[in-house]
T-cell receptor
Framework: AQSVTQPDIHITVSEGASLELRCNYS??????LFWYVQSPGQGLQLLLK??????LVQGIKGFEAEFKRSQSSFNLRKPSVHWSDAAEYFC??????????FGTGTRLKVLA | NAGVMQNPRHLVRRRGQEARLRCSPMKGHSHVYWYRQLPEEGLKFMVYLQKENIIDESGMPKERFSAEFPKEGPSILRIQQVVRGDSAAYFCASSPRGSDVQSSTDTQYFGPGTRLTVL
């Protein structure tokens, strides 16, 4: 069965430091992949998505993610974290249907 | 351009009561999806609706749960005779179109969720 794993439940980084959030998927063919962010009291906001083509995807708020088929990964990165990036981040995938499969989320804390 | 709206944001019910969760999709979106997030778990698909039609309810428990998306008004997720295990966050998403995710117009946009607590 298709699954998405986010190994890190909590991550703490200092403001200005780089960030990488891990996401691994389990699916035979190439999935469609998404990263969403949820700030407190807000809905899930789409950061970026990968459908096909260039494996390095640029998103909003300075985020990027790289699809690596050999590692079944779609890690989210940001070169310099801002305090406003503190939130919960969800990785999701789909085989091409409306049934998104979500990871359990990574909660990011940013130290001043 | 308002996003997906959900209300209430927090709902407390006692065991045996009914819970009604409402979702208003983004303007121009006619497809609605409900997901449930149990504690320490990821969001899980429950049901997919278009106006006046249930397309796929394979993720919804067979008993006590129902969903509708009437011609007028919001989509409603209804849980009858709630039990403690129903305590969760319920998220609604909408998209302009349905099953083909290859187009950016099919991406699902999520609301803030309703946090249901059953005492």
């Amino acid at each position: 069965a298709q699954s998405v794993t986010q190994p890190d439940i909590h991550i703490t980084v200092s403001e200005g430091a780089s960030l990488e959030l891990r996401c691994n998927y389990s699916y035979g063919a190439t999935p469609y992949l998404f990263w969403y962010v949820q700030s407190p009291g807000q809905g899930l906001q789409l950061l970026l998505k990968y459908f096909s083509g260039d494996t390095l995807v640029q998103g909003i708020k300075g985020f990027e993610a790289e699809f690596k088929r050999s590692q079944s990964s779609f890690n989210l990165r940001k070169p310099s974290v801002h305090w406003s990036d503190a939130a919960e981040y969800f990785c999701a995938s789909t085989s091409g249907t409306y049934k998104y499969i979500f990871g359990t989320g990574t909660r990011l804390k940013v130290l001043a | 351009n308002a996003g997906v709206m959900q209300n209430p944001r927090h709902l407390v019910r006692r065991r045996g009561q009914e819970a009604r969760l409402r979702c208003s999709p983004m303007k121009g979106h006619s497809h609605v999806y409900w997901y449930r997030q149990l504690p320490e778990e990821g969001l899980k698909f429950m049901v997919y609706l278009q106006k006046e039609n249930i397309i796929d309810e394979s993720g919804m428990p067979k008993e006590r749960f129902s969903a509708e998306f009437p011609k007028e008004g919001p989509s409603i997720l209804r849980i009858q005779q709630v039990v403690r295990g129903d305590s969760a966050a319920y998220f609604c998403a909408s998209s302009p179109r349905g099953s083909d995710v290859q187009s950016s117009t099919d991406t699902q946009y999520f609301g803030p969720g309703t946090r249901l607590t059953v005492l």
